[in-house]
């Protein structure tokens, strides 16, 4: 059955989110490769990355097939969409192109946006779009650990010394500015909830509140203060970051277009 | 001594000597040696590798460079608990690697200039420490034998991966080729050096080889590497950097050029490109990950104490 | 009166040299903008920054202009020389491209390319090359004051607190790694000194042998004992921090290729 | 009270006031806060443009920013020195700033995003500031006057290169017409903001009027601003966001829409974009700075101890 050239529209935006937010967190995580407080670390935030990345081209490759429909010469390539779109053209949120900090902020990073991955593919799973719902299935595995790792360390360094207590606590107020964003629905979010594919992100809350609270309570920590909802990456108005991350990323794609590796 | 003379007889007889027998003292050392710097190798070899990961050209030449720098910190995990049996703890060997004590393989102190180092540090490191890493799998010592079994399966893999690189690049763009052809340069000779000095200036040697946790000569696989991977460079069309380089068929293998090794004992010293960045930033590394490391211990024993509270 | 052709090689490559160094080094300075010590620094800096890239634009200049005497299509500008090439095509001096560090280091790394840059112009000032001599008596007056700034902070600082003693030790012990290769004479450096164009490697050492040594007692500092000579700049061979430098400095003209600005 | 009688009559009369003068408590504070506002605006606003520097497209466009740059860095070095001559130092001046006692222009809490951004900045942010600036020298406080007349004149320039900026843009490609438009919709309604709330809302102002510290209302000013504005908009052919704009022929300029005041007072009250990045650099800057000026003192009493001794 044909879907509507307006839900496609919409389902190419939703996919890019959610294949930008795997890129960008992807690459903010394998920024540490050799340089994490200790191996484990090393090898558990590679692996991380990798299923970051893996997802990246299951999503971009959707968001690519979807295009196909109407762009002439057919849909970009999960490269393409990578490597050579400007930050303007970026849908990841804000939160996950934030720098790495100390490893505490990208601890906090990485729950913080663990909670809201997990209970988003949770939902995906039984999406309307069977090739969606397919990803959401492979992804939902690899970040269901996501989330236990992140969770389980944001409790044992809540629960840690003073000073690794202080530290996750920094970690969460300094990025607590960027998790309204997660939960904004706009007409993209809308289209997809009405067409079945995408969840009420009001659910996706209600999931990510409780999963917060509990956590944070195990860790003796602190929810901050709800305040300013800082926005924009969704319709790519993003941070200064993002720029920087990009011209690294996509140095080699640009300086040598056209190539194959 | 009859104890001594025991254990070389079960080496001898291809048993291997396990963490609770007895062993001798030099036995223990050279191992606790080979095996530290074997692992301290793959830890600081994940930067050089580590450097490219954000710049991979593709998101599958991304994915496939984080599984190896992964899987070379999984080796390194291994590598300490196989050395953790002879007795010596993973923070001591980290102390040693950070103060400098330690050494790690000098090829890492290279920098990785462009994408093509990453093609050819799979393709000729890799190529290089398998043929190291073979037949340590046969060593006396079983941990290491069996890390050696699981870590060769791995690199090999490492070294198709970055011959596929390589590959890619010489049927690309002149430029690419051009820039195969600038690493191959840069890593050959680097690459011969990791197989260490010449075998009449080796030390340890003859012991190493009667203990079975050396197997081969220095210069005899240097000679097999060689011989393994002219034919390779030529498969892609490019040009090995020696101008000495020539098929002698009396040996049926290559003879080539001297090696400097002037330049080999300037980098052990600490005079390589990047052996002070290496150094640094696994300092570093360490120096800001003292507080994640604290507060992990601090939770672990207010765990226990809970656990005390609530039996007593 | 025509030059010889591979003289002229000789002399693009030389001229690309001494602009890389400013364009290279102007970049690192650049980054200060904003973030220094006091006002008077950001001030400062930026003078620096800017002078640096007023010279890269008469050295890169006159590199593209030497190249249009052989290349197809005319010589490449000075924007195309600075923004389209890759690491392997510069040549400046490893020193320049080192990081920052903190400001002592970047006082460092500006006081012993000073000495160098400033013994360098005098000589050209002499150079049989008319448009190179010109170039020079420009730059020299910069430089001039380049390096009285940075001799005086380096003797303030070094004779200031124990504190600012041992940083600016620690970041002459850093950088005299990468000072042997200030005076090492290739066949391009021989080219040059044959046709007049270019000075003997060796008074320039003297002269910065001689600079080093008064500035550095006078700043109750230790010259760091001369040891392995790191080099590769000058050929094209670089430290792992160039690559980075020029993601972040070519990415508009990479990302927007053919683009006016 | 016939001291501030006499002060206003002299004021009135258009004599300028100097540090060494006699003046009123209030005027005092409220002129050192305006001009340490102001001298604030310089230092952060270095920041968002700062950060093209290392990026900017062309050595030429890097050289104007990097002039710029520093020009903005001496307007807060002059303006520090004028509020110097009022009785507060520079240091306590910074010490307000980096506690966030002080104040500076909102504008700088927006991001930089593209080029055009850069562009867009000196175009309409420096337009603005001209735009309150250039009645300013005319103010009743001699070395802020004198300050004014130096600061409009680099602020015009500026201005100019950032219209260059855009117009270069908008003759570009269709990539390049869209990044100019997207930053004239981001930086279109924070520029009519820095103008400040509505006259009505605006507190001190009738005080400041009669000192002549402030000598038009912020509406007056942001008119004229828009007046101006909006045909150069047209001229490089891009779209004022604003729906409701339109030419009102009986009052000769343009009406404009409403603006959203619920965003200037969260930017205000720190939930800018980039409020705390801004912040967090500047007392970042301060601290890593710290030994720089110890030192620096250090050297300066070692010399005067030098000098006394040989004195002696």
């Not at chain 1, 203060?225 to 794609?253: N, P, T």
Request: hydrophobic share 40%; with cysteine.
């Amino acid at each position: 059955m044909a879907r509507a050239a307006t839900d496609d529209t919409a389902l190419f935006e939703y996919a890019l989110r959610l294949g930008d937010n795997c890129l960008i967190l992807g690459h903010r995580v394998s920024e540490w490769c050799g340089h994490s407080p200790v191996l484990e670390e090393d090898i558990a935030l590679a692996n991380v990355a990798l299923d970051l990345i893996g997802q990246t081209q299951l999503w971009l490759g959707l968001a690519g097939e979807i295009e196909g429909q109407w762009r002439e010469g057919g849909g970009r390539s999960a490269d393409d969409l990578a490597f050579l779109r400007d930050a303007g053209a970026f849908r990841n949120l804000l939160l996950v192109e934030q720098p790495n900090g100390d490893f505490g902020k990208t601890l906090a990073r990485q729950f913080l946006f663990d909670a809201w991955h997990n209970a988003m593919l949770g939902a995906l799973q039984g999406s309307a779009d069977k090739r969606a719902a397919e990803i959401a299935e492979k992804a939902a595995k690899e970040v269901a650990y996501h989330l236990n790792r992140s969770r389980d360390l944001v409790v044992r360094l809540g629960d840690g010394t003073a000073e690794s207590h202080s530290r996750m606590q920094r970690a969460l107020d300094d990025l607590w500015f960027y998790t309204g964003e997660l939960f904004l629905a706009d007409e993209v979010d809308a289209a997809m909830l009405a067409a079945g594919i995408g969840p009420d992100l009001d659910d996706i809350r209600a999931q990510w509140d409780a999963e917060i609270d509990r956590t944070l309570k195990q860790a003796t920590l602190r929810r901050p203060d709800s305040g300013h909802v800082q926005k924009g990456g969704k319709r790519g108005v993003h941070s200064e970051h993002l720029g920087y991350v990009l011209a690294e990323m996509q140095f080699l794609q640009r300086a040598y277009p056209g190539a194959r590796w | 001594d009859p104890q001594e003379r025991a254990f070389q007889e079960r080496i001898d007889a291809g048993i291997k000597i396990e963490p609770k027998d007895w062993m001798p003292e030099g036995y223990r050392k050279t191992l606790i040696r080979q095996i530290s710097q074997h692992a301290h190798s793959e830890i600081v070899g994940q930067l050089p590798e580590g450097n490219w990961i954000t710049r991979a050209p593709t998101l599958e030449r991304k994915a496939i460079l984080l599984a190896k720098v992964q899987d070379e910190a999984g080796h390194g995990l291994y590598l300490y608990c196989a050395a953790e049996t002879l007795g010596v703890s993973r923070d001591q060997l980290t102390e040693q690697l950070l103060s400098g004590k330690a050494k790690y393989s000098s090829i890492f102190n290279y920098p990785t200039l462009t994408w093509a180092d990453i093609g050819a540090i799979g393709w000729l490191v890799d190529g290089a420490a398998i043929m190291n890493q073979v037949p340590l799998q046969r060593c006396s010592f079983g941990p290491y034998s069996r890390a050696m079994i699981r870590v060769c399966k791995e690199e090999s893999f490492h070294q198709r991966q970055g011959y596929d690189i390589m590959m890619k690049l010489c049927q690309g763009t002149p430029e690419q080729k051009a820039m195969a052809q600038d690493a191959l340069n840069r890593w050959w000779w680097p690459s011969l050096m990791m197989f260490g000095p010449s075998d009449a200036e080796s030390v340890h040697s003859a012991q190493s080889m009667a203990w079975k946790i050396k197997l081969n000569s220095n210069d005899e696989l240097r000679q097999k590497f060689v011989d393994q991977t002219v034919p390779q460079a030529e498969y892609l069309g490019l040009t090995v950097p020696d101008p000495d380089l020539k098929w002698n068929e009396d040996k049926g293998g290559y003879d080539y050029g001297e090696i400097d090794w002037a330049e080999f004992f300037e980098v052990i010293k600490g005079n390589g490109p990047c052996n002070r960045e290496r150094m640094a930033a696994r300092v570093k590394a360490h120096e800001d990950g003292a507080w994640f490391r604290e507060g992990l211990m601090a939770h672990a024993e207010k765990q226990a104490e809970r656990r005390r509270n609530a039996a007593a």
